[in-house]
C-alpha cells in the first residue's frame, strides 16, 4: 500500500533501512534494534495501529497514530507499552 523512510539518523539504520511499511492487511515498521509487527485502522489521512515485535531481542507492544501532513510527511508517535513514546516523522519512498 506505502512505505516510507523513517528518520534521518545514522543509528536508525543499524540493522537496516529504517521504514515503516502499510499494507492492506497490516504491516511492519523496523529502526535501530525495534523490529515490530502492525494491525492497522486506516482513515482517509492516517492510520493507527496497535503492535508487537522486539527491540535488542526484548518483546514489546503498544500502540501508534499517524496523520499524512501538508508537507507530505507522516508524522507521529509510538507508544511502547511500560516504555517511552517515540515521535517520528517519515517520507513517502
Not at 536508525?12 to 533501512?17: H, N, T, V
Not at 507530505?72 to 517515540?86: A, P, R, Y
Amino acid at each position: 500500500m506505502s512505505r516510507w523512510k523513517a528518520g534521518d539518523a545514522d543509528y536508525i539504520d543499524l540493522i537496516g533501512p529504517a521504514h515503516i511499511q502499510f499494507d492492506p492487511d497490516g504491516g511492519h515498521i523496523a529502526f535501530g534494534a525495534v523490529q515490530i509487527v502492525l494491525d492497522c485502522w486506516y482513515g482517509y489521512a492516517g492510520a493507527h495501529f496497535a503492535f508487537i515485535g522486539r527491540d535488542e531481542g526484548t518483546e514489546v507492544h503498544g500502540d501508534s497514530d499517524a496523520e499524512i501532513e501538508d508537507d507530505g510527511t507522516l508524522q507521529g508517535e509510538i507508544h511502547f507499552q511500560h516504555g517511552d513514546d517515540m515521535p517520528f516523522v517519515a517520507r513517502r519512498e
